[in-house]
């Protein structure tokens, strides 16, 4: 398999060309020889004696954008008028935007839709709360809430650098579920100010996704806006990982004719995510479970400082294994890793039982590139879309709330979850699954109304739905 790079950047160039002096071709082949590689080529401007071009350049591992204008700047007659990244180019001024639903065109309009007509609608609402879910936005309206402590891989990096991220999750909720969602950064990464300040914005909001919230505050946090707020919670950094984990678990354990129950599964990793995959896992039925952090295989016979370490230990490891992630590996059928790049080696592999199951989900770099065990490993999946079998949260989050808000459910509970796994992992038919095709693409159109579907079943089912009706 080829080697990928994970440090190209897209950049656009706009090269203004004296035709006199210098051909197209050498500032093509000084942008190669500076480790770009030109993808598209758009003519904004010719004439006799000068061209001016856009130029779409990806840049490998060796190129950045002070190389390709240093080698621009040695070629005669070719000047660099302008150079930007096309990823900060599509964040100016943000990714979304508010529109009104209805226009306003004369006074009458205004009238309706504010003061005075808008006070009796208020008024139905302050005599019927539950009026809210029908007079207002708060029917279809999820708040995308984050600190900034724990932002993709990059750390503590505070609310206002959270933004885009936020925004983009917002992106995607429109775009595959059509539920409207606001970016919420708060400024405090105090557990007690960040509860208060999500309990006291919920009015406005049908659903609250909790998103890059440090561990083991996240835990917390969502346990007790769970327990005192009556709209559905999902951290989806813990929840989102499981529910997408579980639905490719449930494909690959097919694959290689294995029963959940009896397959010996290996955890990297326990944090948020590690947490949540292992508690998915058990209320699914598995009952071999190793948890390994960064002291050693977690086990009942040791005490532990944090918390969750210790209910993990207590709730897993029914053999008391002990030892580091070698010893874990040990004719182990599943790997699942959450933890950081490059911790797995062949031979570790090479020690877990035949036809192995590998789910090397840290990012950007996995626990052990897949090229590297590809002939030995009969299924394995990444967090990575350049990469078959992508484990992305996007599978499930959209379709969750979907299904979350339509059934008015007042949280989001492991049946649920479950529900949304098991709906995901159906959309693969029998004739479809393979070794390189155990998940489906964000893209695929059935996701969406088939995780909504079963999640709302599930909310009725459970007791948690407030609207019976079954669309």
């Known amino acids: ?77 070719v000047r660099l008028q302008h150079l930007s990244d096309r990823t900060f180019l599509l964040h100016l001024g943000g990714k979304i935007s508010i529109q009104p639903k209805t226009p306003i065109q004369n006074r009458d309009d205004l009238s309706r839709v504010y003061t005075p007509e808008v006070a009796r609608v208020c008024q139905a609402i302050h005599e019927d709360p539950s009026k809210a879910y029908t007079l207002t936005i708060k029917r279809n309206t999820v708040a995308v809430v984050s600190d900034g402590s724990a932002v993709l891989g990059l750390g503590n990096i505070g609310p206002y650098a959270a933004m885009p991220v936020m925004e983009g999750k917002a992106m995607l909720f429109k775009q595959f579920a059509d539920v409207d969602a606001f970016p919420i950064c708060l400024d405090t990464q105090d557990t007690e100010q960040l509860i208060a300040a999500v309990k006291q914005l919920s009015p406005a909001f049908g659903g609250i996704n909790l998103e890059d919230i440090s561990a083991p505050r996240c835990f917390e946090i969502e346990k007790r806006l769970r327990d005192e707020l009556d709209i559905p919670v999902f951290h989806d950094d813990q929840h989102g990982t499981a529910v997408v984990l579980y639905a490719g678990l449930l494909n690959a354990l097919k694959l290689t004719n294995r029963n959940l129950s009896e397959a010996k599964i290996v955890i990297c990793g326990i944090g948020a995510a590690g947490t949540a995959c292992t508690k998915m896992l058990l209320a699914g039925g598995a009952q071999h479970i190793v948890g390994v952090d960064r002291e050693g295989i977690l086990t009942a016979d040791r005490t532990y400082s944090n918390p969750m370490w210790q209910w993990y230990a207590e709730h897993t490891n029914p053999e008391r294994a002990s030892g580091g992630l070698a010893e874990a590996m040990q004719q182990a059928d599943v790997f699942i890793g959450v933890s950081a790049g490059g911790i797995l080696t062949r031979a570790h592999i090479e020690s877990m039982a035949a036809d192995p199951i590998v789910f090397a989900m840290a990012n950007p770099e996995p626990e052990i590139r897949p090229e590297l065990v590809e002939d030995i490993v009969a299924v394995f999946a990444t967090g990575r879309s350049d990469y078959p079998n992508q484990i992305n949260n996007v599978l499930c989050f959209p379709g969750i709330f979907r299904g979350a808000l339509d059934s008015r459910a007042t949280t989001i509970n492991e049946e649920m979850k479950l529900a949304a796994a098991e709906a995901i992992a159906s959309v693969i038919g029998e004739d479809e699954l393979n070794r390189l095709y155990i998940i489906p693409s964000v893209f695929n159109t059935r996701i969406v109304e088939e995780v909504r579907r079963r999640v709302m079943q599930a909310a009725r089912q459970s007791g948690v739905a407030r609207r019976k009706t079954r669309d």
């Not at 093509?28 to 590689?37: K, N, R």
């Not at 071009?53 to 840049?59: A, F, H, I, S, W």
């Open 1 to 77: 398999m080829k080697e990928r790079s994970m440090d190209g950047k897209t950049l656009i160039l706009r090269l203004e060309i004296d035709t006199k002096q210098a051909q197209f071709g050498k500032a093509a082949t000084a942008i190669e020889a500076a480790g770009g590689d030109i993808i598209a080529i758009d003519v904004i401007h010719t004439d006799k004696n000068y061209s001016v071009r856009d130029l779409t350049v990806k840049t490998t591992a060796a190129g950045t954008a002070e190389s390709l204008t240093k080698a621009l700047q040695e070629v005669p007659g």
